[in-house]
Antibody, heavy 120, light 107 residues
Framework: QLQLQESGPGLEKPSQTLSLTCTVS??????????WSWIRQPAGKGLEWIGR???????IYNPSLKSRVTISLDTSKNQFSLKLSSVTAADTAVYYC????????????WGQGTTVIVSS | DIQMTQSPSTLSASVGDRVTITCRAS??????LAWYQQKPGKAPKLLIY???SLESGVPSRFSGSGSGTEFTLTISSLQPDDFATYFC?????????FGQGTKVEVK
């Protein structure tokens, strides 16, 4: 059964670059029937889509974050990664990675989430 | 960009009640609409995709309907395990947007 696991520092200083990795197990990240997505959720608030990457390496980002976001793929490690630059306290959130079907859609597999706090 | 608005924000209900949550899109979205359930401290769980298709393993008391700009999630008979927050999500090849969420609480 496919599983996703986020990893990365739980604390970042303001103005630094947040870096997270999602490791995919039980399946291949090279499948052409899925996107690989990042979503975040500030404490007590709703879900915000950050962006997604396809097996070809093509990416789509949320326009509100596009200038600060980079999502990349490492097929040799079966991982995909998120970099968010120039972070502020507003970027404090639980960050999730998820698998999203390219056909009928829907994010059917999620990681457990990792909390990132931006503070000096 | 499309914006998704859910109503109500909070819904108080009892076990056995029929519950309906509405999601409205700021533009036509065809049927690219999903619904998720989220419990405290947990990742969201996919319930419905393509507006009305039930995800494998999800109880049949959950159903989705709608197209264009208005969509609904219905729980036919609320069970104790269903008290949670529900999110709608529009998706297409170029964009994803979530509704703000509806919390279903005990009446």
């Amino acid at each position: 059964q496919l599983q996703l696991q986020e990893s990365g520092p739980g604390l970042e200083k303001p103005s630094q670059t947040l870096s997270l990795t999602c490791t995919v197990s039980g399946g291949s990240i090279s499948s052409d029937t899925y996107y690989w997505s990042w979503i975040r959720q500030p404490a007590g608030k709703g879900l915000e889509w950050i962006g997604r990457i396809y097996t070809t390496g093509s990416t789509i980002y949320n326009p509100s974050l596009k200038s600060r976001v980079t999502i990349s793929l490492d097929t040799s490690k079966n991982q995909f990664s998120l970099k968010l630059s120039s972070v502020t306290a507003a970027d404090t959130a639980v960050y999730y990675c998820a698998r999203e079907g390219t056909g009928v859609g829907g994010m059917d597999v999620w990681g457990q989430g990792t909390t990132v706090i931006v503070s000096s | 960009d499309i914006q998704m608005t859910q109503s109500p924000s909070t819904l108080s209900a009892s076990v056995g009640d029929r519950v309906t949550i509405t999601c409205r899109a700021s533009q036509r979205t065809s049927s690219w609409l999903a619904w998720y359930q989220q419990k405290p401290g947990k990742a969201p769980k996919l319930l419905i995709y393509k507006a009305s298709s039930l995800e494998s393993g999800v109880p049949s008391r959950f159903s989705g309907s709608g197209s264009g700009t208005e969509f609904t999630l219905t729980i036919s008979s609320l069970q104790p395990d269903d008290f949670a927050t529900y999110f709608c999500q529009h998706y297409n090849r170029y964009f994803v947007a979530f509704g703000q969420g509806t919390k279903v609480e005990v009446k």
